[in-house]
């Protein structure tokens, strides 16, 4: 439980270990996002949902 909290702060209410994602990675995600909101919104969606399973 412990380490979840540290591997993955923010995290914690879903209490998903694998879902580790470093602010890096988020920062990344969200610009992704955006790019992808201009060309095709469909497949960031199916991408988000993915790489959450």
Not at 24 to 40: N, P, S
Request: aromatic residues 4%.
């Amino acid at each position: 439980r412990y380490w979840v909290r540290k591997a993955t702060p923010g995290t914690e209410e879903s209490k998903e270990p694998p879902k580790k994602q470093p602010i890096k990675e988020i920062l990344q995600d969200k610009t992704d996002e955006k790019k992808a909101q201009r060309t095709a919104p469909a497949q960031a969606k199916h991408r988000q949902q993915d790489m959450e399973l």
